[in-house]
């Protein structure tokens, strides 16, 4: 049977969930497990493909011709690994699936609502990859922000999985800010605290928090942070800005992430840590020893 992972978001958007879920991905796959990631969108267009790229980011075409999520390709150069439509859904596909099916019949004439009609969909396209027999870890990336209205059935799925699937088969990462306010010169946790304390609204207790942050945190930080989110302190993960994303996975690897996840999961790793190629690849993005200089034309 397969373990899942799933990210989530808290205080604002655009703090990294696809770049801190890859380097989750890589981590796992250097200690020998299959992984693959998907990411769940919820905006209710069916796919990115009709979106203004200038709004979200642009749009990532897999090798079966899917229109999907940018992320998907930091998932595909982090883990050297195709993904197909599988790895995204959006609102807007859920939707259309379960409208279609109601229009054919299926449900033989009961009341669709989003519970549990809506949630159940989620549900199985959430475990479609890991009844595949190819991974050993699925990790999902659920869009948007925790309190945000679109963002609830997701959270009721992840509500109920957690409780099919059991504690030692999934796990709940939570990624955050914690603000550093340059005037008072301290870091702010409570945007923290707020933000786990909404996920509790849903029912959902996360296992460990991720802490986007400019600054260093401190352990009595770590320490307010573990008491009032109920985190273990060792799940207290700091995730500093870096020059470039490729430098996250090292970072994480420092933090110990890997080591938490394994243990929530009760998993021993496969084989020992390596990631001689992916030092090999940072040095040579870090230390170019040529440039190129690309011309774009075009036509009003």
Not at 69 to 74: I, S
Not at 242 to 264: A, F, H, Q, R, S
């Amino acid at each position: 049977m397969s373990k899942f992972i799933f990210v989530t978001g808290g205080v604002t958007s655009s703090l990294g969930k696809g770049i801190i879920a890859a380097s989750l991905a890589k981590l796992l796959q250097a200690r020998g497990f299959s992984v693959t990631i998907q990411k769940f969108d919820p905006y209710l267009n069916v796919d990115p493909g009709t979106l203004n790229p200038y709004e979200h980011g642009e749009c990532y075409v897999t090798d079966d011709g899917a229109e999907t999520d940018l992320d998907l390709g930091h998932y595909e150069r982090f883990l050297n690994s195709p993904t197909s439509q599988a790895n995204n859904v959006t609102t807007g596909r859920i939707y259309q699936s379960v409208i279609n099916r109601e229009r054919a019949g299926d449900y033989l004439g009961k009341t669709v609502q989003v519970v549990p009609h809506i949630t159940n969909e989620i549900k199985r396209r959430a475990k479609l990859l890991g009844q595949s027999n190819e991974f050993d870890i699925v990790i999902t990336e659920l869009g948007g922000t925790v309190g945000d209205i679109e963002s609830l059935p997701y959270l009721e799925a992840l509500r109920q999985l957690r409780w099919e699937l059991g504690a030692d088969n999934c796990l709940v990462i939570h990624l955050t800010l914690i603000p550093y306010l340059r005037a008072a010169k301290e870091l702010k946790t409570k945007p923290t605290q707020h933000s786990v304390k909404e996920l509790l609204k849903t029912g959902i207790q996360p296992d460990i928090l991720v802490c986007r942050t400019e600054k260093p945190i401190n352990m009595e930080i770590r320490r307010k942070l573990a008491l009032f989110c109920n985190v273990k302190r060792e799940a207290i993960i700091q995730s500093i800005d870096v020059d470039t994303i490729y430098d996250v996975p090292l970072k994480m690897l420092e933090e110990g992430l890997d080591k938490v996840v394994l243990n929530k999961l009760q998993l021993q790793p496969k084989k020992t840590l390596d990631l001689t190629r992916w030092n090999e690849f940072l040095y040579k993005f870090k230390n170019p020893k040529h440039s190129l200089k690309i011309g774009l034309v075009g036509f009003s």
